[in-house]
Antibody
Framework: EVQLVESGGDLVQPGGSLRLSCATSGFTFNYYAMTWVRQAPGKGLEWVST????????YYADSVKGRFTISRDISKNTLYLQMNSLRVEDTALYYC???????????????WGQGTLVTVPS | QTVVTQEPSFSVSPGGTVTLTCGLSSGSVSTNYYPSWYQQTPGQAPRTLIY???TRSSGVPDRFSGSILGNKAALTITGAQADDEADYYC??????????FGGGTKLTVL
């Protein structure tokens, strides 16, 4: 059974940093891309970042490019999101998702964790 | 910047059929966008319904189907049930590893 457990969410002041983690089990971690998706309170889903199975390719939404870094540790079956220069608008529930390939550099989230909450107060 | 569009809300009667759509603010959705659809109920993580336009995810009832209708991706629910009341999101592959979600459709079954 695929399991994804996010952690690391917290209250952090604007300009601060935070690292989110996503511990995975139930699948061969390095075979699959992984994605972070966020959801601001009462709002819709927003794709944030994807990393390929090997970790050699990373992709970011314009809203986080240059501030967030996605990475993975295959030895720990864990996905990370380093978040720097946090803004009020980064407040959201952050989901990690196992992602399957739809061809080339196209990846689709298939299994989702329950999320971890990041709050950046105004 | 191209935006992925969805109806903000929709309602359907129990047993009825409803089609939700996923479009682009500029241009047409085709299978090359590999549209996927997700269902989210309050307080829960999203659940995958459909991927690559029309492939049902494991365990998804066959009353859910995906297609391309005109210039949009579409999710059709046939024989709607009370527990289909949820938020529905589409996501499109925009190229170069980038994906974009639509704003979501709140479906009411009444």
């Amino acid at each position: 059974e695929v399991q994804l457990v996010e952690s690391g969410g917290d209250l952090v002041q604007p300009g601060g940093s935070l690292r989110l983690s996503c511990a995975t089990s139930g699948f061969t971690f390095n075979y699959y891309a992984m994605t972070w998706v966020r959801q601001a309170p009462g709002k819709g889903l927003e794709w944030v970042s994807t990393i390929s199975g090997s970790g050699t390719s990373t992709y970011y939404a314009d809203s986080v490019k240059g501030r967030f870094t996605i990475s993975r540790d295959i030895s720990k079956n864990t996905l990370y999101l380093q978040m720097n220069s946090l803004r009020v608008e980064d407040t959201a529930l952050y989901y990690c998702a196992k992602s399957s390939s739809c061809g080339g550099d196209c990846y689709r989230p298939d299994y989702w964790g329950q999320g971890t909450l990041v709050t950046v107060p105004s | 910047q191209t935006v992925v569009t969805q109806e903000p809300s929709f309602s359907v009667s129990p047993g009825g059929t409803v089609t939700l759509t996923c479009g682009l603010s500029s241009g047409s959705v085709s299978t090359n966008y590999y549209p996927s659809w997700y269902q989210q109920t309050p307080g829960q993580a999203p659940r995958t319904l459909i991927y690559s336009t029309n492939t049902r995810s494991s365990g998804v009832p066959d009353r859910f189907s995906g297609s391309i209708l005109g210039n949009k991706a579409a999710l059709t629910i046939t024989g709607a049930q009370a527990d289909d009341e949820a938020d529905y999101y589409c996501v499109l592959y925009m190229g170069s590893g980038i994906s974009a979600f639509g704003g979501g459709t709140k479906l009411t079954v009444l």
